[in-house]
């Protein structure tokens, strides 16, 4: 039995007619190597833009069905380029739809979620030896209507294609290398890792690292499918997402993640009673506020602090809606702040390692950066600090770490 | 029980998003008169020749089933725009992609041929009320491959969900207002015609007036379904294409059709034996020449005369052929001629007129023009004269008929 690879390439990896050639020369080398194949293709770049341009110059907002009718006829034209490039090249290929592959979909349209897959006729083309190329980010619902799942969306087909073929690995080409352990841009040191586990891409990838759309890590893990990030554009192994081995569990830290764009509010002196918690959140969400952390800290002479952080967009809206709630709360004050960046360190190893925390407070102590929030879960360490602070807070961290060293 | 209407507007009618818009106004309109509507549409114009241009990049010669999956994208993006136009006019609307309709073809991709159309979900939807837009030039095989019509392909698809849903009417919007009695370029009396039969249509169509595929017209008769050829940029009624009836028995001529661009070959006394015709044109059909007149007068002397005509382009492979079994068959010798041009006078009055050929001679005779074949058939009378009389020799005839008097 051959090895089962499912290759997804992103839009700029087509972006024209020589790209997709690009792309099916290496196709053809994976296919030579006695791989079985199937190619996950997004539509060429600008053209689903150009597309959605036309819609809305009709009607700003318009009809969400005909949008996803409209939308997957990008990736259509994809696979039907990239399929006759194959053929060109004396590989025998056949394009799939979404509706042609029967990627059962739920009827949310424009960000429909993935039901089932029937792969029954996939698996007897690859038996036959053909490359099969499928249209990523679409599918199909119950009464056959086109659905696309929302931005992104073909990273979340190419996976869940892999779990349908129980594939032995999902490569995910995209113009970077791999996952760093931080950005490049920040710490010029920042290594390549080779590996890294699931959980650590989730917590990498939702904190700024935006390698590959979260829905398709958590997909991955739930199904076990191993992940592979690599360039489109260079050759190299990239990083491989995958479970906890032994080997891993020697690495601390993988990597340093950040966030520049958040703001911070503080609810101060609000009576430490049950349901005090949920009031002041509830008064965010009724305004379609997200909240990413969330600190409270034990109670003083009956009354406590709560804080939590919101885009720094929200900023504005959210503090207004605190000032109402916190006077019905009897609050002592509301406070804010806009000049703050969250900066976390993730590993699966310390899990293990009760000292990571203490290491970490310490570089920051030295380098004179005060700590304002922390906040902690099994494998990261969250901080916010001033935002000023930020670029030198991530290379102390990298350098104290040892993190440019492949261990 | 509202009356059922087809609409198909070619890609000029729908080149980019404001005229969509127009055919949005226009499709409403009919609809607000109490008609259910099928709206067919073609590609945005010059879309289909800008995916064609990528694919043949890749390959000159792409994979046909390939080139049909890229090619389909540009009806599908037209009829969600179209949809989206309507539902923002308030208009409740609902498109359908080949596959969506089941509009059943077989797998000669590229230029596939309807078998069947299945219109129950059609029906369903213009009950409720809704306005359907389907993708012309579209359909899907057996095996859910998506398949295309060839070139201009859209009216057949539009005439067959006619035939399947028994509509009232199937209007063709172009941009030419209906069917003249001649070209007006040539006669500037030339009169648009009200009403015109499917017999005359075809025999019109075939000489070149192109404003209909032979195909859809050849459908529509077959199936009774009613043509209108109308303008999509100006008001008017069209030209009704449709069974004789007694109204039209009094029009003898309906139009005259030319072209331009014929040769002419004759092999002159061959024996007049079983199978020289057949050895003749075995000859140029061996080199997939098609031929256009045929014409062979009684023998003489034991020998005949068998004169043809061919597009001009393949005026000299066809000489050479020519001169080969003109050798085999002892032939007398082989002559040509491409200077010269074909005129046609339609009509199903003139079955019951002996009188139109020698009228027609007449006049041709009293402007000096030699007659060099002559062919007819139950509605047609065509001849082969020298091409640089063909404008006086039409102007001449559509005077004479009073073909500028609507009668």
Redesign the interface.
Known sequence: MSNIIVQKYGGTSVAN?ER??AVADKVKACRDLGNSIVVVVSAMSGETNR?VK??K???PN??P???D??M??GE??T???L???L??RGVSA??Y?G??LKMLTDSSHNKARILNIDAKKVEEDLESGKVIVVAGFQGVDEQ???TTLGRGGSDTSAVAIAAALKADECQIYTDVDGVYTTDPRVVPTARRMDRITFEEMLEMASLGSKVLQIRAVEFAGKYSVPLRVLSSFEDGDGTLITFEDEEMEDVIISGIAFQRDEAKLTVRGVPDTPGVASKILLAISDRNIEVDMIVQNIANDGTTDFTFTVHRNDYEQALNALQQVGEELTAREVVGDEKIAKLSLVGVGMRSHAGIASKMFEVLAQEGVNIQMISTSEIKISVIIDEKYLELAVRALHDAFELEQDK
Chains 1, 2 share one sequence.
């Open positions: 007619v997709i050639e597309i036309m819609a110059q009709i009607d318009p009809t069905r005909e949008l009718v409209a997957a006829t259509q034209v696979i039907a380029l399929t006759i490039a053929e060109a056949r394009s739809t509706s042609q056959g209507n086109i």
